[in-house]
């Protein structure tokens, strides 16, 4: 508990987590105006309003707080090695185990409080476009929030590991930089690349000409097969990518409909059965938390910290 309440404090007295309640403030402000613009040209606005803000501002949210807590992870050994607040720490009745999983702790509450109050603006954000906090929908809300908050665990984790590696702290948090944007952006790219190129092999598409002879229903085939592929490879490629496999599962929370008249329709399915569909994406997301943490214990333990 004493590990647990230092680092609680020491967390949410870092500039980085206040900065990171600022630019949660400054996506959901901005969010207001993507919204509205996402009602226009709806048959049912109420569902797509569920569906922006369950979606767009969830991961907007996750994108930011994402980066803290991989970023904390891995500056919270390699830091108190440099300022001897372990050796100071280690010098009390306390074990190596107690005090890393302290560190953890306190870190993890201090997310949540971040996520609280994301939680809370999208209850407002709701409430500004007059749609009624059912019980149902503040599940939802709850949900997906909740979803979020394991996916930046298992960041947090992955950080803490990254820190027992890492003896000095600028070059781990350059390095947990790096690792969230190519796991993130640049591997998803590569990764739907072979996606996109085996459904094009499957279907005979070698050109953009050969798009215009594929009939509608063919078209929709290939976009189904398409979206099966990706999910498909993302579990074998990206299964270390926690924010990829979230939107895996966010993109099931609705199923939108063209109409002919240029309008579209939503049908909101909800995140109950979106986490229900993706079942090993969700198992993933929550499993390789232990498992992090779990080898940031194991080298931990085996350390020099002199």
Known sequence: MWGFEL???KSLRTKK????????????AMAFREVKDNLEGATNPQEVLVTSVIGY?????????????????????NNDLENGTVRVALSKPLGRISYLLGKFLGQALSIVVAMAFATLLSFAITKYYGLSLTTSLVGDLVLSNLLILFAMLQLLALGLLISTFVRSSNTALGLA???????????????????????????????WNDFDKLSKDELRAYRERLNELYRE????YLFYAPQVLMLDIFTD???????????????????????????AQTALIVGL??????????????????
């Open 57 to 77: 501002i969830a991961v907007s949210a996750f994108l930011f707080i994402g980066v803290y807590a991989l970023m904390a992870g891995a500056t919270s050994v």
């Open 177 to 207: 930089l790096v690792l969230f944007f190519v796991t993130g952006l640049v591997m998803p790219q590569v990764v739907d690349g072979f996606a996109e190129d085996k459904a094009k092999e499957e279907f005979g598409i070698k050109g």
């Open 17 to 28: 987590f206040w900065l990171i309640l600022v630019l949660i403030l400054l996506i959901y």
């Open 289 to 306: 938390i232990p498992v992090y943490l779990g080898l940031a214990l194991f080298r931990f333990g085996r350390m020099d910290l002199r």
């Open 7 to 9: 680092e609680l404090k």
């Open 233 to 236: 490879y993302h579990l074998r």
């Open 253 to 279: 929370i609705d199923r939108t409909t063209f109409n002919d008249d240029g309008t579209y329709t939503v049908e909101y399915l909800g995140v109950r059965r979106a986490i229900a569909d993706n079942s």
